[in-house]
Nanobody, 126 residues
């Protein structure tokens, strides 16, 4: 059974940093794409960052230069380093993996991700 478990969320002041982790079990996902999504209260889930098997990365415009996605194949774990956090980054953050391999190797929509974690809350105070 494949499981993705996020950790590292919490409460932080604006301008602070957090590093989210996504630990996978039940499957080696080094050949998969991995994405981070977030959902704030009353808003739709949105793509935040993704990393393809070949290392190609993509970011939501509002987090470019502040967030960095990475992965450690040996640990079967992905990361989202979040710096210069803003109150509008407050949301539940989810990681997901996908076997999608077309194009740049990142799924163009959330429905193409195969496995999802349960989410971790990130709250940024002003």
């Amino acid at each position: 059974q494949v499981q993705l478990v996020e950790s590292g969320g919490g409460l932080v002041q604006a301008g602070g940093s957090l590093r989210l982790s996504c630990a996978a079990s039940g499957r080696t996902f080094s050949s998969d794409a991995m994405g981070w999504f977030r959902q704030a209260p009353g808003k739709e889930r949105e793509f935040v960052a993704g990393i393809a098997r070949n290392g190609y990365t993509k970011y939501l415009d509002s987090v470019k230069g502040r967030f960095t996605i990475s992965r450690d194949a040996a640990k079967n774990t992905g990361y989202l380093q979040m710096d210069s956090l803003k109150p509008e980054d407050t949301a539940v953050y989810y990681c997901a993996t996908s076997r999608y391999q077309l194009g740049y190797g990142l799924p163009p929509q959330a429905s193409l991700y195969d496995y999802w974690g349960q989410g971790t809350q990130v709250t940024v105070s002003s």
